[in-house]
């Protein structure tokens, strides 16, 4: 540990900071827990050997049942731990998190997944890109499997004409810059600059789980900002759900909410004919090949038409 922090202390980003800042910019990182028992630990513990300086861990608990959060607080008492007593969704439970590490004056915040752990040097990797340029709302590290084998996410893009969002691979060149642009980050593990939330607020709380990230992502570039990935940054991601029932439900539910928010006008036509297809396409699985998928698709689709939100 020592090595590591005297190595960042030599790095080029201790020099970007200019003789004038007398303190590391402060960086609060927000863990979503949802009975995380069997990965929560985990990703605490990556978060305790991050050699950044001027780090705060916020662990929002969004009403778990398996004291996930109550056991990780007695092993990491130094950690900020917030309590809600029911599951809020993503974008309200990260919502809680950023407000008070905003009130508190942090200058980043990273929305953290309870099931990802981070290498140690990644967040000084990706503070030293967005304190170089302003002009970076959004930032990505490169995020991997478990294993590290297979990368999970390193760009985005947002296909209106298939209605879904996609990761994409980026090229060789991209992975060589400091830093490249994406159409959309992952809520996954996401660094906001504070002035980014200063300009367009927090998460959309319509939001209930996924597409946030991408209404976070479209929001802030149409502030002016951009949204980018750092290379330099890695983050493991073991995608482990706690919802596997209702995340078929979600996925439809809020992609149906965000292409109604952001598709153009010339677009909509094409939408309402393709939203029509494929929910005549789910009533015939429905009836003739139910599955607990295929139910749970119809219900978003009935919530959605009936503004029934879950």
Request: a positive charge; proline letters at 4%; glycine letters at 6%.
């Amino acid at each position: 540990m020592k090595k590591s922090l005297n190595n960042f202390l030599h790095s080029p980003f201790f020099d970007y900071r200019n003789k004038d800042m007398k303190t590391y910019p402060k960086v609060s990182i927000i863990v979503l827990n949802y009975n995380g028992q069997d990965c929560l630990e985990n990703c605490l513990e990556s978060l305790s050997q991050v050699v950044y300086p001027n780090t705060e861990v916020i662990i929002v608990d969004n009403g778990s049942t398996d004291n996930s959060a109550f056991l990780a607080q007695k092993k990491y008492p130094h950690f900020c731990f917030l309590f809600n007593t029911n599951n809020e969704g993503f974008a309200k439970g990260m919502n809680k998190g950023i407000r008070k590490a905003f009130s508190a004056g942090s200058n980043f915040f990273v929305l953290f997944n309870y099931d990802a752990t981070i290498e140690a040097s990644s967040v000084e990797q990706v503070i030293h890109q967005m304190v170089k340029d302003p002009q970076i709302g959004l930032a990505s590290p490169l995020i991997y499997d478990t294993y590290g084998k297979n990368m999970w996410f390193g760009k985005g893009k947002i296909n209106f004409w298939r209605m879904r969002v996609e990761h994409t691979t980026p090229s060789t060149h991209e992975l060589g810059q400091g830093a490249y642009q994406s159409e959309f980050l992952t809520g996954c593990v996401l660094f906001i600059a504070r002035s980014t939330v200063e300009k367009i607020g927090f998460l959309d709380e319509n939001f209930f789980l996924y597409y946030e990230d991408a209404d976070y992502s479209l929001r802030t570039k149409k502030a002016g900002l951009l949204c980018v990935v750092v290379p330099s940054g890695k983050v493991y991601h073991t995608e482990k759900s706690n919802q596997k029932s209702t995340k078929v439900y979600f996925l439809v539910l809020s992609g149906l909410i965000f292409f109604q928010k952001y598709a153009p006008l010339w677009l909509k036509p094409y939408h309402k004919m393709y939203v029509t297809m494929r929910r005549g396409k789910n009533l015939i699985e429905r009836y003739l090949f139910p599955t607990t998928a295929s139910l749970e698709v119809f219900r978003a689709y009935n919530d959605f038409f009936y503004d029934k939100r879950s």
